[in-house]
Structure formats: C-alpha cells, structure tokens
C-alpha cells in the first residue's frame, strides 16, 4: 500500500496535523477539526509559529471581550507571553491606537493594534491554506503554485465590501464557527487556482485573511 504524501511538502507522511492549529481552540477541541497527513518536520517543526499565531490572535480577537472564543484563550496566551521577553515586549509596549469599524460600516472607536512577529502569520497562515486545499483535493497543491495573502484591514469603512463577492462561496464551519470558519472556491479548468477567505475568532475582532493560491 502506498504511503500517503505530506500535505505541504514531497515527504512521505508520518503523522497527522490540524488545520487549523489546534491550540486555538479550547478544549475540548471541535468533533469536525480538520487533520491531514504530514511528515514530522513539518508537522512538529511549526509548533513555535502556532503558540506566536495562537497569542496574536487571541489578544488582538480577545482583548476587549470582542469574541468570548478570543478570551477563553487568552490566559494560556498570556503565559507563554510572559515567558518571553522579547514577545512581552514587542506586543505591550508596542501597541498603538486605531480607528475601528463594524461589518456594516459602524464606527466603533478605538482599540489597540498589536504589532505581529515578523513572518509568523504568513508562515502559519500559508500551511492552513496548504492544509485545507489538500482536504479538499486530496492531493498537494502543487510545488510550484504562489500562495498570495491579503490580511483585510478592518480600519477602512468599507471594507466588507471588497468581500461581498465572496458570499456564494462553500461556507465551512470548524466546530461552532466562532474560533474558525473559511469559504473557498477552486477553478475547474485549473485546479491549482483557489480562493481562501479565512475567519478567525468571530465578532468584533475578528482576523480576516484572503489567500489565494495559483501559478505561473
């Protein structure tokens, strides 16, 4: 029987690894949490980047009881930071003051934007969408494929807008939605084109990242 490939490289896959982290959720985890097969390096070897994507976003979802998901991972979040000097650092001292909108253009004050370790997103962000395209696929998506991202910043009045195409889109929900959702679209004369719109922490604060995925 042949063995099943990595999701996000060309190794042979010895375990399993969940999409998205699963240390954003609380436990007990959701019943429909995605895995997908992946070689040790990969899988073991993002750990780091998931606990920094994990306190990120939890404090920039959580901080304000924005989203009750955001806030029930904030202790565990919390520690870690303190653990770390240089992250403490970084994300209190430097944080700053924003203008913020609602979905329907409702402007809803300040809050803090937290500064975000450099390439950790987009690292961890780019293996969801590996993740989830082989989960749909079954298969990797190809060596050669860009994936582009675009973190949607929520400070413009109308930025829902931008997105409303979107809404026709596969809607999936990873447990109750409230930590995670995603809508999705891939072409059918080209399977290495797909469109991710990923959702975390739902609310107020929640963290919207558009990804696509194609080649030359």
Request: glycine share 8%; charged share 20%.
């Amino acid at each position: 029987m042949r063995q099943e490939q990595c999701a996000y490289c060309d190794q042979p896959a010895t375990t399993r690894d969940h999409v998205p982290p699963g240390n954003l959720f609380t436990p007990p985890r959701p019943n429909n949490l995605i895995t997908v097969p992946a070689c040790d390096g990969c899988n073991h070897g993002a750990s780091d980047d998931d606990e920094v994507f994990r306190n990120e976003l939890s404090i920039m979802a959580g901080s304000f009881g924005e989203s009750a998901n955001a806030a029930e991972r904030l202790q565990p979040s919390m520690r870690g930071i303190r653990r770390n000097k240089a992250a403490r650092t970084r994300m209190v001292l430097g944080a700053e003051l924003i203008e913020r909108y609602s979905t329907g253009g409702i402007y809803l004050g300040r809050g803090y934007a937290v500064p975000v370790a450099p390439g950790v997103q987009e690292r961890v962000i780019t293996r969801i969408v590996r993740g989830l395209y082989w989960h749909h696929a079954q298969n990797s998506l190809d060596a050669s494929a860009h994936v582009t991202l675009v973190f949607i910043d929520k400070r413009k009045p109308q930025w829902q807008n931008a997105l409303s195409p979107l809404q026709r889109l596969p809607h999936v929900l990873i447990g109750d939605g409230k930590t995670f959702q995603y809508l999705y679209g891939q072409a059918t004369d080209d399977p290495t084109f797909s469109v991710w719109l990923l959702i975390f922490f739902k609310g107020i604060g929640e963290q919207i990242i558009l990804a696509l995925t194609w080649r030359d």
